[in-house]
């Protein structure tokens, strides 16, 4: 039997008893996720599935007239292109961007299907991602239909923070966030201003993101805290190297 490593760095690789992931181990690749690298496009057939170890995707939807709004950010706690699943002729319907660099375990779509077929562990683990991205896509509606732009760029700010590596420096353009927030490029360099004369954002160099976390979270709304709470209840939380800011989650089957 394959030894079990202290730490998978995937919450829903660790979730898997040793046997089931041995079924997926071999073919398993670690990647590097570079900052802003798109690892797939809507409407494409997924190719490979990450599971994530760190860093940060988030799921972009996009209108003909290019306007582009983020639907949920993606860490450790999840996967990409899992739902490929569903079968050869299930296409993407988001772009997933890489926001926060990091790394990941890759593997191709028909291995995984194949390895999905024969266990029911990671059918189990499959569920529970796909309730956690409808829950987060749920929120994130109402969020944005809502809540103040101030509020909901804090918000993100803090789904991104959540999946680094205790850096409150964020590697973020004042285009990306525009783009993530589905606003224009001067509503972001306004908002920016707000959470900077609150304390929440330290300073917006060129390109980086200096953030106060606890003023952060004072000028988010409670939408951050549902998200991240209903998230840790629905996905198994990793034992070991967990992060900090991710609370302890009940078992899958209690979910």
């Known amino acids: 039997m394959m030894e079990r490593p202290a730490s998978v760095g995937n919450r829903l690789l660790a979730a898997l008893p040793s046997a089931d992931l041995a079924l997926l181990a071999p073919h398993l690749q670690k990647v590097s996720l570079e900052h802003d690298a798109t690892l797939i496009r809507a409407g494409d057939r997924r190719g490979y599935v990450y599971f994530p170890h760190s860093g940060a995707i988030s799921f972009m939807v996009g209108l003909p007239n290019g306007e582009t709004i983020a639907t949920a950010v993606i860490g450790r706690e999840g996967a990409i292109g899992a739902l490929s699943v569903l079968g050869p002729s299930f296409l993407s319907s988001v772009t997933a961007v890489v926001r926060v660099g990091g790394a990941a375990s890759q593997i191709s779509v028909s291995r995984f299907h194949a390895a999905y ?138 979910a």
């Open 117 to 254: 077929m024969q266990s029911g562990a990671i059918r189990q683990v499959v569920e529970a991602h796909t309730r956690s991205i409808l829950m987060q896509f749920q929120h994130v509606s109402a969020c944005n239909g809502l809540h103040s732009v101030e509020a909901r760029m804090a918000r993100w700010l803090l789904h991104l923070h959540d999946r680094t590596e205790n850096n409150n420096v964020l590697s973020l353009t004042q285009e990306t966030l525009s783009q993530v927030l589905g606003v224009r490029r001067t509503t972001a360099t306004q908002v920016i201003a707000k959470l900077r004369a609150l304390g929440a954002i330290r300073s917006a160099r060129r390109g980086l993101v200096e953030i106060d976390r606890a003023r952060l979270e004072e000028a988010s709304c409670e939408c951050y805290d549902i998200i991240r709470s209903a998230t840790d209840r629905i996905v198994p939380h990793e034992a070991v190297g967990s992060h900090p800011h991710f609370a302890s989650a009940d078992k899958l089957h209690s």
